[in-house]
C-alpha cells in the first residue's frame, strides 16, 4: 500500500501545492490547515508520515510535535530555520527538520528515510515489549509430503488473502507461516508473530491493537499494536483456535474490513497486514461444538495448509538431526550418529513432531563429548514399534515357569543389559533410578 502522509499547514497555497506534489510522486495524501484539524485526522487515518508547520493558528512552537513524535515519524517544517530549533526539535524526536521554501527532491528523500525510521522503531518496540518476533530456519526435507508442501506454500504466498495453517503441535507451523511471508510480496516487511494461548484476554486485545492513554489502569501513554507494528508486512495469529468469542468477533471485523480500533480509541485505524494463522485443533468440530465463530472459520479457511507430521516424512530424519546436531555444535564440529542410531530415531513415531526430535539431538549433541560417535544407547529412552511388537516375546521370557520376584527382577535386568549393550546409565534411566543403584543391583545379581 502507498505511504500515507498528512501536510499539516496553514498557508492554503503551499498545502495544496505540495499535496500536489506529493500526491503525483505517488503518495497518500490528506491535509490540514489547523493542530485540531490534524489531530483528529492523525487519530482517525493514522498517516505514516507527518508534514508539520512549526507555527498554527491554534498551536505556536513545538507543542504539537511533542504529541505526535511519540506516536509517528513527523518532519518540522518552518520559515524561521535555526540551530536552536532545530536541535530542540531533534530532542523532542523529530524525524527531520527542513527550513521553506522546500526542496521537493529532498523532501521526497526525507521522508522515505522517516518511514523506514519509524518502521525499525515500531520493530524494536514489537521485539522488546511483547518479544513476538522469533527467528526461525528454513523449512527442511525432501520427503514427498515436504515436496507437496512447498508447492503449496508457493501458489499460495504470492496472494494477499489470510491463510490458515493446520497440523500437530510441534510439526513446524510458523515455519511456514514464515515461508509464505518470504515468498509473498510483503517480504521486505516484518513479520510479527503472536502466540495467541499464552496472553490473557484483556492484555491481547491491548497487544494485538494497542491502547489509548487512560485506556485502562497503567495506561499513561498511547501504545500502539502489534498490527500496526506489523503495517505492510504479516501478522502471524499462532494457535488461534484458543482466542475468546469476544476476541473473535473483533477479529473477524479486522479481517472484513480492514480496520480495527486501539482499546479505548473512538476512532479506527487502517489494518495494513497480511494475516496468517495457524492452530493445532480441530476448527470444524469446534465450531460445531459453538467453541469457534463459523463465519470467522469461512474466512480463515478460503486458503489452508496443512503441515504434515515427522510420522509421515520418516525419511527427512537423517537431514533434520544433522542440521539440529550442526546447531547444537555451534562452533565445534557435530558429533556424528551411526546407522543404528539413525533407524532408530527414523522408527519411532514422534508424537511431538520436529520440535521433539530437535529436543532430543540437541540434548545429545551437547551432553556428548567432542568427537563421540552417537550409537542407539545415547539416546533417550523411546518406545519404539518393534519394542512394541517384540513386547509378548518379551513377557513370555520375563515369565517363564513361574519365577520369583527376584527372578523376574533378575531376568528384566538382564533384558535391558542386553538391549542397552551393557550401558549401566541407561539401564538406570529406564529403571528410574540412580546409576549407583542399577550398579548394586547388577552387582548383586552377578551380571557385570
Not at 102 to 125: F, M, Q, S, T
Not at 147 to 162: F, N, V, W
Amino acid at each position: 500500500m502507498k505511504t500515507n502522509v498528512l501536510i499539516v499547514e496553514d498557508d492554503a497555497v503551499l498545502n495544496q501545492m505540495l499535496v500536489m506534489a506529493l500526491r503525483k510522486a505517488g503518495y497518500e495524501m490528506s491535509s490540514a490547515r489547523s493542530w485540531a484539524e490534524a489531530r483528529r485526522q492523525i487519530d482517525s487515518q493514522a498517516p505514516d508520515v507527518v508534514l508539520l508547520d512549526m507555527n498554527l493558528p491554534d498551536a505556536e512552537g513545538l507543542g504539537p510535535l511533542s504529541e505526535v513524535a511519540a506516536e509517528r515519524p513527523t518532519v518540522m517544517l518552518t520559515a524561521y530555520g535555526s540551530i536552536d530549533h532545530a536541535v530542540q526539535a531533534m530532542r523532542l524526536g523529530a524525524a527531520d527538520y527542513l527550513v521553506k521554501p522546500v526542496n521537493l527532491d529532498e523532501l521526497e528523500i526525507v521522508i522515505r528515510r522517516a518511514v523506514d525510521a519509524g518502521r525499525l522503531r515500531a520493530g524494536r518496540a514489537v521485539d522488546q515489549a511483547a518479544s513476538s518476533v522469533r527467528r526461525t530456519p528454513d523449512l527442511l526435507g525432501e520427503s514427498p509430503a515436504m515436496g507437496r508442501l512447498h508447492q503449496l506454500i508457493d501458489a499460495l504466498a504470492p496472494a494477499e488473502s489470510t491463510v490458515l495453517i493446520t497440523g500437530e503441535s510441534g510439526t513446524g507451523k510458523e515455519l511456514v507461516a514464515h515461508a509464505i511471508h518470504q515468498a509473498g510480496p510483503r517480504r521486505a516487511e516484518r513479520f510479527v508473530a503472536v502466540d495467541c494461548c499464552t496472553l490473557q484476554e484483556t492484555l491481547f486485545e491491548s497487544e494485538l491493537f494497542g491502547h489509548e492513554r487512560g485506556a485502562f489502569t497503567g495506561a499513561d501513554r498511547r501504545k500502539p499494536g502489534l498490527i500496526e507494528a506489523a503495517a505492510g508486512g504479516t501478522l502471524f495469529l499462532d494457535e488461534i483456535g484458543d482466542i475468546g468469542a469476544a476476541l473473535q468477533a473483533k477479529l473477524l471485523r479486522v479481517l472484513e474490513t480492514g480496520r480495527f480500533r486501539r482499546v479505548g480509541a473512538t476512532a479506527d485505524l487502517r489494518a495494513d497486514v497480511r494475516v496468517v494463522a495457524a492452530t493445532n485443533r480441530d476448527l470444524p468440530k469446534m465450531v460445531e461444538d459453538g467453541q469457534f465463530r463459523a463465519d470467522l472459520y469461512y474466512r480463515l479457511s478460503a486458503l489452508v495448509i496443512e503441515v504434515p507430521p515427522l510420522r509421515e516424512r520418516a525419511q527427512d530424519i537423517p537431514l533434520l538431526v544433522r542440521h539440529f546436531a550442526t546447531r547444537a555444535a555451534r562452533d565445534g564440529d557435530p558429533p556424528e550418529f551411526s546407522d543404528t542410531a539413525l533407524a532408530q530415531l527414523c522408527q519411532y513415531p514422534w508424537p511431538g513432531n520436529v520440535r521433539e526430535l530437535r529436543n532430543v539431538v540437541e540434548r545429545v549433541a551437547l551432553l556428548s563429548p567432542r568427537g563421540q560417535r552417537i550409537e542407539n544407547w545415547h539416546l533417550p529412552a523411546v518406545r519404539l514399534p518393534q519394542r512394541e511388537v517384540a513386547a509378548g516375546t518379551d513377557v513370555d521370557r520375563l515369565l517363564q515357569g513361574e519365577p520369583t520376584l527376584d527372578e523376574v527382577e533378575r531376568r528384566y535386568l538382564t533384558l535391558l543389559l542386553e538391549r542397552h549393550g551393557g550401558n549401566r546409565r541407561r539401564v538406570a534411566e529406564v529403571l528410574g533410578i540412580s546409576e549407583r543403584t542399577a550398579y548394586r543391583m547388577i552387582e548383586r545379581f552377578g551380571l557385570r
